[in-house]
């Protein structure tokens, strides 16, 4: 049984192909890892795997699925001053949460677009262009694209309904690597803590979290390894989003104040390290779903995805 199982994830990983140096070892250790599973209501999956020997490191990977189908709806929370992503989330009566885009740290702005409502909060600096900021999420009626991004673009989209936020760099669109020459090598290729937003082909949204900056727990990835992680998780479109000590993952009435990764900020590996952030892309729903219920927690392997 065991021989048949590696056969057909061979051949799965033959359809599927491989991300440059990403070797078959890193997708069968994604495949074959131990995932605790829990659903706390309709509509939410939430999975967290520590996972060794992947991208030459024990990775740290935690995940949100949501349904919008159970009624759930993407939202952007701007934040006056900048506050834990748990606490921008709590504040908004939010499901579950994840860090957003780029920002000024000193003065507290996002440096990339953002619009919400009929609103453009801030504009995309020329140097997060040139570095990184290749995509974009959109949000009309609740609903979430993930979008290629340029100046032009970004001059249209002013006129644009609807909840708009620059990140990047665009890691998949429709099941394919994105072209990454012209963003900054070293921001591309060196290992940090990471966020991204991705959907499926069946219209999930995924929010996704790899820890880092801790070598014995959790190593971190660099922009193709995040790419391929999303792609065997089932991502159809990924795009990433700030990461480093701002990487944080949140849902609702968990314990540790609803953080559920390993935010890298405080220094060491438990869910106390969150950092201040301006934004944050946030799952809200109705009143009776926002409560934490009972919820089964069990370990299995995920279903790979073409």
Not at 24 to 49: C, F, N, T
Not at 107 to 123: A, E, I, M, P
Request: net charge positive; charged share 25%.
């Amino acid at each position: 049984m065991i021989k048949r199982n590696l056969l057909i994830a061979i051949l799965i990983l033959c359809s599927i192909g491989i991300i440059k140096g990403q070797t078959v070892s890193d997708s069968l250790a994604i495949m074959s890892a131990r995932w605790k599973v829990e659903s706390p209501q309709k509509g939410i999956i939430h999975k967290y795997a520590s996972i060794p020997r992947l991208y030459q490191g024990t990775q740290s990977v935690s995940l949100i699925e949501i349904d919008p189908g159970a009624g759930l709806k993407v939202d952007i929370a701007v934040s006056g001053e900048m506050k834990e992503t748990s606490r921008i989330a709590s504040e908004h009566r939010g499901i579950a949460a994840i860090n957003g885009s780029y920002f000024d740290m000193k003065r507290g702005n996002s440096v990339c677009f953002l619009k919400v409502g009929n609103q453009v909060v801030d504009t995309t600096t020329l140097s997060e262009c040139k570095l990184r900021v290749t995509g974009a999420m959109h949000v009309h009626k609740g609903k979430i694209k993930l979008i290629p991004w340029s100046r032009q673009i970004e001059k249209e989209y002013k006129g644009e309904t609807g909840i708009v936020l620059a990140s990047g760099p665009l890691m998949l669109k429709d099941g394919q690597i994105c072209d990454w020459n012209s963003c900054g090598t070293n921001f591309i290729r060196t290992k940090h803590p990471r966020s991204a937003v991705a959907t499926t082909k069946e219209g999930k949204i995924l929010l996704i979290t790899v820890d880092g900056r801790f070598p014995e727990q959790a190593e971190g990835v660099n922009i193709p390894e995040l790419a391929h992680l999303i792609r065997i998780l089932g991502g159809e479109d990924a795009l990433n989003l700030d990461g480093g000590g701002s990487t944080t993952l949140w849902l609702s009435g968990a314990s540790d104040d609803g953080v559920v990764n390993y935010p890298c900020d405080n220094g060491r590996f438990d869910h106390a390290g969150e950092r201040k952030v301006p934004n944050i892309l946030y799952i809200r729903g109705s009143i009776q779903n926002v409560a934490w219920t009972k919820c089964r927690t069990k370990y299995v392997k995920p279903l790979v995805h073409r």
